[in-house]
């Protein structure tokens, strides 16, 4: 299924990134284009498969990557990835502001 995601975290030595999905779920992938990814981005595409995937960006640039994991849960991506991630203030796809946890 189509899905969008915002890029929530990114380790630019790896190539490695986390993406949270309009579900709440995440995805671990890593970057196969050269073009560095940056927290924020937003794209579109098949992320519940494993293996590569081209994403369209939100300025309609694509972008090739490989789907490690996907269905995780915030934890299991910072562990993953070896980061703390911010508590999220807003909603990443409607900017609506969250009740605190």
């Known amino acids: 299924m189509r899905q969008q995601g915002i890029v929530v975290l ?3 030595s790896t190539g ?3 993406m949270r ?3 709440g779920s995440h995805v671990l992938a890593e970057q196969l284009d050269v073009q560095p990814l940056r927290e924020g981005d937003e794209f579109y595409g098949w992320m519940d498969a494993l293996g590569v995937e081209a994403l369209t960006a939100a300025c309609g640039n694509g972008v090739s990557v490989f789907v490690l ?3 995780l849960s915030r934890e299991a991506l910072e562990e993953e ?3 703390t991630m911010p508590p999220q203030r807003h909603c990443p796809f409607c900017r609506r502001r969250l009740r605190p946890l």
């Open 69 to 71: 994991a996907h269905g």
């Open 21 to 23: 999905l309009a579900d």
């Open 16 to 18: 490695r990134f986390g």
């Open 81 to 83: 990835l070896g980061v």
């Open 10 to 12: 990114a380790d630019a």
